[in-house]
């Protein structure tokens, strides 16, 4: 079983930056690749970016490519999303997920666990 807890979200100008963090539960936190998902209002949850259980392999969607980085630190449990040049297009409540296993993956439904969520508001 893991937890995992989002925080950082809140409320920034267009062009500004965010870093969200996730805090993860758990003893095995390093065996689970993560992933950051978005959804915003009436729209489906989207991919962001996953990072591999090592954090040797990471992927990013297009739209956020160049922008948005993502990190772990095992020997703390959390996984990070450093967002730059936020656009408000980027609106939405971003969501942590924990999938089991090392690959990364990119579709919601490979995802075992997820977090509450936080939200970004980014006005223009």
């Known amino acids: 079983q893991v937890q995992l807890v989002e925080s950082g979200g809140q409320l920034v100008q267009a062009g500004g930056s965010l870093r969200l963090s996730c805090a993860a539960s758990?003893?095995?936190?390093?065996?689970?690749?993560m992933g950051w998902f978005r959804q915003a209002p009436g729209k489906e949850r989207e991919f962001v970016a996953t990072?591999?259980?090592?954090?040797?392999?990471?992927a990013y969607a297009d739209s956020v490519k160049g922008r948005f980085t993502i990190s772990r630190d095992n020997a703390k449990n959390t996984v990070s999303l450093q967002m730059n040049s936020l656009k408000p297009e980027d609106t939405a409540v971003y969501y942590c997920?924990?999938?089991?296993?090392?690959?990364?993956?990119?579709?919601?439904?490979?995802?075992?666990?997820w977090g509450a969520g936080t939200q970004v508001t980014v006005s223009s």
């Open positions: 758990g003893r095995t936190f390093s065996s689970y690749a």
């Open positions: 990072i591999s259980s090592s954090g040797r392999s990471i």
């Open positions: 997920a924990a999938k089991s296993g090392r690959a990364y993956a990119i579709l919601p439904r490979e995802y075992n666990y």
